[in-house]
T-cell receptor, first 114, second 116 residues
């Protein structure tokens, strides 16, 4: 158990809908990262937050947004969902924000768009 | 851009055999970090090891060992006396620094199957 929690574990929804994925980092970690794992794209970095502020952006679609709250939990919002958004979404956390840190991953949220 | 290549898509061996998973990376940075993660059938990503670019010492942890060679840009992972519980997808990753922030660039993964 990494100490990172993600809810829900599974999510099934329809095209065009909007969903919110939630992540709680390990105790004491200030950085939260979101990754998408799909069969065709593999594991891809989406976005990083550090202590409430956005720090880095990867291949995140404009239909996707995220935020980190004062209690350091983070939410990833996916809107206007398409079939291709079906994937496993991981949250990771690390103590600081630098590239020297180890990222510990949560169990993931499996999103299925029908 | 940084890149990680795991050329072996799938490996299948019989229990107790030794197996090596290859990882080749590309980066222009002089300081970087390399990682291995394990993704068992249950789906979570489990951290195995972190290695910085200045430390080329090989590392051994039980049946696991890692060989880092900057000259060939490789960071290979060997499992000795493999066990069925080692069956998983293994990912090699490179840490990319971007304005003080961090993102991991992952390889495509190697699916390892250990047969009894």
């Amino acid at each position: 158990d990494s100490g990172v929690t993600q809810t829900p574990k599974h999510l099934i929804t329809a095209t065009g809908q909007r969903v919110t994925l939630r992540c709680s980092p390990r105790s004491g970690d200030l950085s939260v990262y979101w990754y998408q794992q799909s069969l065709d794209q593999g594991l891809q970095f989406l976005i990083q937050y550090y202590n409430g502020e956005e720090r880095a952006k990867g291949n995140i679609l404009e239909r996707f947004s995220a935020q980190q709250f004062p209690d350091l939990h983070s939410e990833l919002n996916l809107s206007s969902l398409e079939l291709g958004d079906s994937a496993l979404y991981f949250c990771a956390s690390s103590h600081r924000q630098g590239f020297t840190d180890t990222q510990y991953f949560g169990p993931g949220t499996r999103l299925t768009v029908l | 851009a940084q890149k990680v290549t795991q050329a072996q898509t799938e490996i299948s061996v019989v229990e107790k055999e030794d197996v090596t998973l290859d990882c080749v990376y590309e980066t222009r940075d002089t300081t970087y970090y390399l990682f291995w993660y394990k993704q068992p059938p249950s789906g979570e990503l489990v951290f195995l090891i972190r290695r910085n670019s200045f430390d080329e010492q090989n590392e051994i942890s039980g049946r696991y060992s890692w060989n880092f060679q900057k000259s060939t840009s490789s960071f290979n992972f060997t499992i000795t006396a493999s066990q069925v519980v080692d069956s998983a997808v293994y990912f090699c990753a490179l840490s990319e620094a971007e304005g003080g922030a961090q993102k991991l660039v992952f390889g495509q993964g190697t699916r390892l199957t250990i047969n009894p």
